[in-house]
Antibody, heavy 127, light 107 residues
Framework: EVQLVESGGGLVKPGGSLRLSCAAS????????MNWVRQAPGKGLEWVSS????????YYADSVKGRFTISRDNAKNSLYLQMNSLRAEDTAVYYC????????????????????WGQGTMVTVSS | AIRMTQSPSSFSASTGDRVTITCRAS??????LAWYQQKPGKAPKLLIY???TLQSGVPSRFSGSGSGTDFTLTISCLQSEDFATYYC?????????FGGGTKVEIK
């Protein structure tokens, strides 16, 4: 079964740090770009960061640039999000999501929607 | 950043209704548009990508159309399991951006 499972969320004080993990299974993790998306309580979806399959290309939302670092370990089928200098406004459920990229053996950018999502992990930043 | 504007933000409908949700991009995004469904406490689910291509396993009552800046998601015959919040997303450029969501409630 294709699956993504996040972990590492919790309660942290403003200015603190947290590292989220996303364990992938059921597919060739090293072939896919990956993403983090967050959702503040009662709010909509906000894209946070993306990383290409070989980590060659990395992108961040302006709201987290310089504070968050995305990384991956293809040998461990894992995606990470290191979050530093956390703020109250970072409080959210954090989802990891796979970029579809390919279908039926064909790969093209029109397929780059997020097709597989984890269940999410809650991060609360509060004193 | 490309701004995605959905309308309406919420509405009530009845089972069996045909419903349409619109999404407008602040600049042209060709067909690099996805629609997601999210139910309370659950992760989003991909419904449509490339503006009009139905994701595998998604019922055919869902359809998408549009190109450039204006897009629509249509549910031809609303079922009880379709009451949820729907989001559009552009993946034409970074930063990826989502619309604000449209909540479909039971009338």
């Amino acid at each position: 079964e294709v699956q993504l499972v996040e972990s590492g969320g919790g309660l942290v004080k403003p200015g603190g740090s947290l590292r989220l993990s996303c364990a992938a299974s059921g597919f060739t993790f090293s072939s896919y770009s990956m993403n983090w998306v967050r959702q503040a309580p009662g709010k909509g979806l906000e894209w946070v960061s993306s990383i290409s399959s070989s980590s060659s290309y990395i992108y961040y939302a302006d709201s987290v640039k310089g504070r968050f670092t995305i990384s991956r370990d293809n040998a461990k089928n894992s995606l990470y999000l290191q979050m530093n200098s956390l703020r109250a406004e970072d409080t959210a459920v954090y989802y990891c999501a796979r970029t579809q990229g390919c279908s039926g053996g064909s790969c093209y950018s029109e397929l780059d929607a997020f097709d597989i999502w984890g269940q999410g992990t809650m991060v609360t930043v509060s004193s | 950043a490309i701004r995605m504007t959905q309308s309406p933000s919420s509405f009530s409908a009845s089972t069996g209704d045909r419903v349409t949700i619109t999404c407008r991009a602040s600049q042209g995004i060709s067909s690099y548009l996805a629609w997601y469904q999210q139910k309370p406490g659950k992760a989003p689910k991909l419904l449509i990508y490339a503006a009009s291509t139905l994701q595998s396993g998604v019922p055919s009552r869902f359809s998408g159309s549009g190109s450039g800046t204006d897009f629509t998601l249509t549910i031809s015959c609303l079922q009880s399991e379709d009451f949820a919040t729907y989001y559009c997303q552009q993946y034409y450029s970074y930063p990826r951006t989502f619309g604000g969501g449209t909540k479909v409630e039971i009338k």
